[in-house]
């Protein structure tokens, strides 16, 4: 039995311990916000946040979380007021097809949450995330107009 903190809940999981952390959110608790994309770590689409630091869900197995505290992209907002950079999202139209936009938002609040005021580069370093509709210029502006916000 996984026993799991997410969005700030208890979840009991009855899976096996090395099961992707992606599927017990997806498949076995409901929480498909967290998408599937390569299987392999590569593309981003499944980043989630354990304590605080994004990881790629999708080659993580379940048992290697632990205690860490969960942070899928159903709990970054606060109370129901978006967090900056889901509205910078919005108002700077970065969603193309929207496949890889939760992976993408949730690097992006963890670059925000360690460089509040990041530069291109650091942009560039932490957002490795893949858009195949090639956002990256939206996602860009977005993260700035974020960390402004």
Same mark, same amino acid.
């Given at each position: 039995m996984a026993v799991l903190t997410i969005?700030?809940?208890?979840?009991?999981?009855?899976v096996d311990p090395e099961t992707p952390l992606l599927?017990?959110?997806?498949?076995?608790?409901?929480?498909?916000?967290?998408?599937?994309? &390569? =299987?392999?770590? /590569?593309? %981003?689409a499944c980043?989630?946040?354990?304590?605080?630091?994004?990881?790629r869900s999708c080659s993580l197995p379940v048992s290697a979380v632990g205690e860490g505290k969960i942070t899928t992209i159903e709990g970054l907002a606060d109370n129901g007021k978006l967090h900056k950079i889901q509205q910078a999202w919005i108002e700077n139209?970065?969603?193309q &097809? =929207?496949?890889? /936009?939760? %992976?993408?938002?949730?690097?992006?609040?963890a670059l925000l949450a360690e460089k509040p005021n990041p530069t291109d580069t650091d942009i560039d370093e932490a957002m490795t995330n893949i858009c195949r509709c090639g956002t990256?210029?939206?996602?860009?502006?977005?993260?700035?107009?974020?960390?402004?916000?």
């Open positions: 969005n700030g809940k208890r979840h009991d999981a009855s599927w017990v959110l997806r498949d076995t608790l409901g929480m498909t916000g967290t998408k599937y994309g &390569c =299987g392999i770590a /590569q593309c %981003g980043t989630v946040h354990i304590d605080g630091v994004p990881v139209d970065v969603p &097809c =929207g496949y890889c /936009q939760s %992976g993408m938002i949730m690097a992006a609040a990256y210029q939206q996602v860009r502006a977005a993260i700035h107009a974020a960390a402004k916000a």
